[in-house]
């Protein structure tokens, strides 16, 4: 769901561009993958063997939805950094789709919370949200994740003008932090797997930052000078 910089949208020369046939199939078999954490959680759900598995079926539910988007999430952030440092520019092409997995897994997230926590019962929900700051965060980063789903399709690209549609997506960054303390605070038993994705996150994060100000100190040394000097020019006395 992030968006294109002026940069990744420029057309692609680097040797490793696949043949739209070759991505077409990637894109399929990605599709299938990214269902098939849903898929399998479904099959154990119906043939009732969830229980067997762990001792509350329910949180289990809601543990693993909120993880995979958590998982979607990541990866979406992680394909500028990759393109760029493998050249493979077709990976932007796989961005969109992986997005919109973000979402999905969120809303089922949702669903999940929404029934098998409290079977749909609004004021103990309306409660839940009010009182602890962590499922508020999770409901900040959800509400925030709506308008990039909506405009993810490219009539809303073009509609929104590339600048502000990246501007707006642009908040992926800020749904991630909200994830990660809503994550973090969340962890019960096995700490290691928040860590390693707090890491990967940080990384992220840093390798953007660093990108951006390379470019703007680029930028800035690229500019001609503000005013055309007249007659002699002298120095001034560094000290
Ligand atoms: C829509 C509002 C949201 C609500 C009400 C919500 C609620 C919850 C709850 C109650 C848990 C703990 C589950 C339990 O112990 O039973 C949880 C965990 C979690 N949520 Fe959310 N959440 C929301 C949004 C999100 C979003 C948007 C994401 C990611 C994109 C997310 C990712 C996670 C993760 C990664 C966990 C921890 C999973 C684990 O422990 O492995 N949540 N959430």
Same mark, same amino acid.
């Given at each position: 769901?992030?968006?294109?910089?002026?940069?990744?949208?420029?057309?692609?020369?680097?040797?490793?561009? &696949?043949?739209?046939?070759?991505?077409?199939?990637? @894109?399929?078999?990605?599709?299938?993958?990214?269902?098939?954490?849903?898929?399998?959680? =479904?099959? !154990?759900? +119906?043939?009732?063997?969830? =229980?067997?598995?762990?001792?509350?079926? =329910?949180?289990?539910?809601?543990?693993? #939805?909120?993880?995979?988007?958590?998982?979607? +999430?990541?990866?979406?952030? =992680?394909?500028? %950094?990759?393109?760029? #440092?493998?050249?493979?520019?077709?990976?932007?092409?796989? !961005?969109?789709?992986?997005?919109?997995?973000?979402?999905?897994?969120?809303?089922?997230?949702?669903?999940?919370?929404?029934?098998?926590?409290?079977?749909?019962?609004?004021? /103990?929900? $309306?409660?839940?949200?009010?009182?602890? %700051?962590?499922?508020? +965060?999770?409901? $900040?980063?959800?509400? #925030?994740?709506? %308008?990039?789903? $909506?405009?993810?399709? @490219?009539?809303?690209?073009?509609?929104?003008?590339?600048?502000?549609?990246? /501007?707006?997506?642009?908040?992926?960054?800020?749904?991630?932090?909200?994830? #990660?303390?809503?994550?973090?605070?969340?962890? /019960?038993?096995?700490?290691?797997?928040?860590? +390693?994705?707090?890491?990967?996150?940080?990384?992220?994060?840093?390798?953007?930052?660093?990108?951006?100000?390379? /470019?703007?100190?680029?930028?800035?040394?690229?500019? &001609?000078?503000?005013? @055309?000097? !007249?007659? @002699?020019?002298?120095?001034?006395?560094?000290?």
């Amino acid at each position: 769901m992030t968006a294109p910089t002026r940069t990744e949208t420029a057309p692609a020369t680097h040797t490793h561009q &696949p043949t739209p046939h070759w991505l077409g199939w990637l @894109k399929w078999l990605l599709f299938i993958a990214c269902l098939l954490p849903v898929a399998d959680l =479904a099959l !154990r759900l +119906l043939q009732g063997t969830l =229980a067997q598995t762990t001792a509350d079926p =329910a949180e289990f539910t809601t543990r693993t #939805l909120g993880a995979w988007a958590f998982r979607f +999430l990541l990866l979406t952030l =992680a394909i500028s %950094p990759l393109r760029r #440092l493998l050249g493979w520019h077709w990976l932007l092409r796989l !961005r969109r789709m992986l997005g919109l997995f973000v979402f999905f897994y969120a809303l089922l997230h949702l669903a999940s919370y929404l029934w098998y926590e409290h079977r749909l019962a609004w004021p /103990e929900i $309306a409660n839940d949200i009010v009182r602890h %700051p962590l499922i508020t +965060l999770g409901v $900040a980063a959800f509400i #925030l994740l709506l %308008p990039l789903a $909506a405009t993810s399709n @490219k009539h809303m690209v073009r509609r929104l003008g590339g600048q502000r549609w990246q /501007e707006l997506h642009r908040s992926l960054y800020l749904i991630a932090l909200f994830v #990660l303390v809503h994550y973090w605070a969340q962890t /019960e038993d096995d700490v290691r797997h928040t860590v +390693l994705h707090v890491v990967i996150l940080l990384s992220l994060l840093a390798i953007r930052a660093w990108w951006r100000a390379q /470019e703007r100190r680029r930028q800035l040394t690229a500019l &001609p000078p503000p005013y @055309k000097p !007249r007659g @002699k020019v002298i120095p001034i006395n560094p000290r």
